[in-house]
Structure formats: structure tokens, C-alpha cells
């Protein structure tokens, strides 16, 4: 049994990009699904698909690299753990290198980025940081 499916979604993402792997799969979660949006919407990512399974569904995520092999995904670290969680409210979430990369959120609007979480002015869960 998995204990933290969110931790296991950034290190195979973390794992795979340290390689130079094109996709990771990984068993899909509504949470891990709504990760990935997030990742893609940003630009870390170039995309995510979900494929239905017998057991359980599957997610892949094809990783994104530049022009000359350099990574996209520079540092992909869990802020809240199952033994200690981290809230913070809209006006409270700072930003990541000046805007250049992302925290996720867990609000109850669903996952969002800190970007959009200051927009409709929700706080949440900080699931991780991502630049």
C-alpha cells in the first residue's frame, strides 16, 4: 500500500527526468491526474494522458525537454507531507523565483497553481514547488 501517491507522482517525474526518459507511468488518481494538468498548463510538462485499465488506470506523462537536451523540470520538491501538512490562504503563498516556477495547491476549487489560487482568492493545501 501506498502511503503519499503525490510523493510517488514527483519522484518518478524527478526520476525520469534525471534520466532523459521521454514518459513515466504511474497507477492514475483524480489527485495525480489534476497534478499533471497543472504541470502541463505550466509548461513543465508537455503532456499527460490517462488510459484505462482493468485493475486501475494508468498516467503517463511525457517529460519536456529543450532545443539541446537541457531539462525543463530544474527542481520538483513535496512541501506537504502526511506528517505535516502545510496551509497556507491566497494571501499568504509566495511566489516561486519571482513567477518563474509554481506551487501547487489543493484548494477546495480543486488543484490549482498559486497563480490561479491568488486569482479566485482560495487558500489550501501546498502540495509542492516545481521550477
Keep these: 500500500m501506498m502511503t503519499d501517491p503525490i510523493a510517488d507522482l514527483l519522484t518518478r517525474v524527478r526520476n525520469g527526468n534525471a534520466v532523459g526518459a521521454k514518459t513515466v507511468s504511474m497507477p492514475a488518481s483524480r489527485i495525480k491526474v489534476g497534478v499533471a494538468q497543472i504541470l502541463k498548463e ?3 510538462v508537455d503532456s499527460y494522458e ?6 486501475s488506470s494508468t498516467l503517463t506523462i511525457r517529460l519536456k525537454y529543450g532545443p ?13 507531507k502526511p ?4 496551509y497556507s490562504n491566497a494571501k499568504d503563498i509566495p511566489s516561486v523565483l519571482r513567477g518563474l516556477g509554481v506551487y501547487i495547491l489543493s484548494t477546495n ?3 490549482v497553481s498559486d497563480r490561479t489560487a491568488r486569482k479566485i482568492n482560495a487558500g489550501g493545501e501546498v502540495l509542492c514547488k516545481v521550477y
Design 109 to 111: 476549487q480543486g488543484i
Design 83 to 86: 506528517g505535516c501538512r502545510v
Design 50 to 55: 490517462v488510459a484505462e485499465g482493468a485493475p
Design 68 to 80: 539541446d537536451g537541457e531539462k525543463v523540470i530544474r527542481k520538483i520538491e513535496r512541501i506537504s
Design 42 to 44: 505550466e509548461g513543465f
